[in-house]
């Protein structure tokens, strides 16, 4: 089946260190979306991205969708506490009824050390 | 203000127990997703609602059901819970469109089972 994987699996870094994880699907997704979830809570959409080779920003945050659909990246400057958490990617997959099935990339944790 | 709500929070059964789980939305959105999510681990889909439309994924086990009586409430019904039920059950909403389906989390309701 398809699968989304990510790595690294854990970072830990210091504050003021950039960050990056990274995505691959074995299948081209429709979308790729990025969620944020913090130790005990819940995963909160960060951002889709849906062209080709699209490239998007959020501050310190840097989203990209490689060319073939197939990969993606999150990169962080200068990491803050307040980035820690766990990052999952998901990979759109079609479905009928023109809903979107996603698939969890398999996270990576980042670990930020004031 | 919360959009998706999950209730409980915390819930306690004994093996073998029934118990359900319960979520609503303020979104009016088509679709409704119930995720498993163990410790560590990215959220599996269980299945997902479209309207009234319900979708199973293969490999989710007869032991867990689900119901849909409007489209503000959706249930999860954990018919026998094993010791391999415990953990984090996400209910999430998305709009439907294949582009635009951004998925709203619950903020969970942890189950663990005695």
């Known amino acids: 089946g398809q699968q989304v994987m990510q790595i690294p699996q854990y970072q830990h870094v210091q504050e003021g260190e950039d960050f990056t994880t990274y995505c691959n699907s074995s299948?081209?997704?429709?979308?790729i979306q990025w969620y944020k979830q913090r130790p005990g809570g819940h995963p909160v959409f960060l951002i889709q991205l849906v062209k080709s080779g699209e490239v998007k920003k959020q501050k310190r945050l840097t989203f990209q969708f490689g060319e073939a659909k197939k990969n993606s990246s999150l990169h962080i400057t200068a990491t803050q506490t307040t980035d820690v958490g766990t990052y999952f990617c998901a990979g759109g997959r079609p479905l009928r009824g023109a809903t979107n099935k996603l698939i969890f990339g398999t996270g990576t944790l980042l670990a930020v050390q004031p | 203000d919360a959009m998706v709500i999950q209730n409980p929070r915390y819930q306690v059964t004994q093996f073998g127990k029934p118990v359900t789980l319960s979520c609503s939305q303020t979104?009016?959105?088509?679709?409704m997703y119930w995720y498993q999510q163990k410790s560590s681990q990215a959220p599996k889909l269980l299945f997902h609602?479209?309207?009234?439309?319900?979708?199973n994924e293969a490999d989710t086990p007869d032991n867990f059901q689900s119901r849909r009586p409007n489209t503000s409430f959706c249930f999860l019904d954990i018919r026998s819970p094993g010791l391999g039920d415990a953990a984090m059950y996400l209910c999430?909403?998305?709009?439907?469109?294949?582009?635009?389906?951004?998925?709203?989390f619950g903020a969970g309701t942890r189950l663990s089972v005695l």
């Open positions: 299948t081209t997704l429709s979308n």
């Open positions: 999430a909403t998305s709009r439907g469109a294949v582009a635009k389906n951004i998925q709203y």
């Open positions: 609602y479209y309207d009234k439309d319900f979708n």
């Open positions: 979104l009016n959105h088509n679709v």
